[in-house]
């Protein structure tokens, strides 16, 4: 019922962009979810790329600080981040997250796309 549809991923040289969008449906009110941005690397554990509340307050990883932007659209019921400045360390699969804690808690996590940075 509830779907996250991730998009944008793809291949890109080191100091490129790219822009990922998050597309939920089956959800009534959107606007009540804290949405975020994982990626997860070979070998290495998932992490939180960046955050934004119900209210718009962002937040992001250290390695990721002035080169990802995270923004939401609560009309469209979509959550985009764009990165610029990429580097190979930013190559993983990137998943879309939706959080909330009411009425219950609940995570719903998108299918993945793929990061890769490379020359």
């Known amino acids: 019922q509830v779907q996250l549809v991730e998009s944008g991923g793809g291949l890109v040289q080191p100091g490129g962009s790219l822009r990922l969008s998050c597309a939920v449906s089956g959800v009534f009110f959107f606007s009540i979810y804290d949405m975020a941005w994982y990626r997860q690397a070979p070998g290495k554990q998932r992490e939180l790329v960046a955050g934004?509340?119900?209210?718009?307050?962002?937040n992001y990883t250290d390695a990721v600080k002035g080169r990802f932007t995270i923004s939401r659209d609560n009309a469209k019921k979509t959550v985009y981040l764009q990165m610029n400045s990429l580097k190979p360390e930013d190559t993983a699969v990137y998943y879309c997250?939706?959080?909330?804690?009411?009425?219950?808690?609940?995570?719903?996590w998108g299918q993945g796309t793929q990061v890769t940075v490379s020359s």
């Open positions: 997250n939706a959080h909330r804690r009411a009425p219950n808690l609940r995570d719903f």
């Open positions: 934004i509340t119900n209210d718009g307050s962002t």
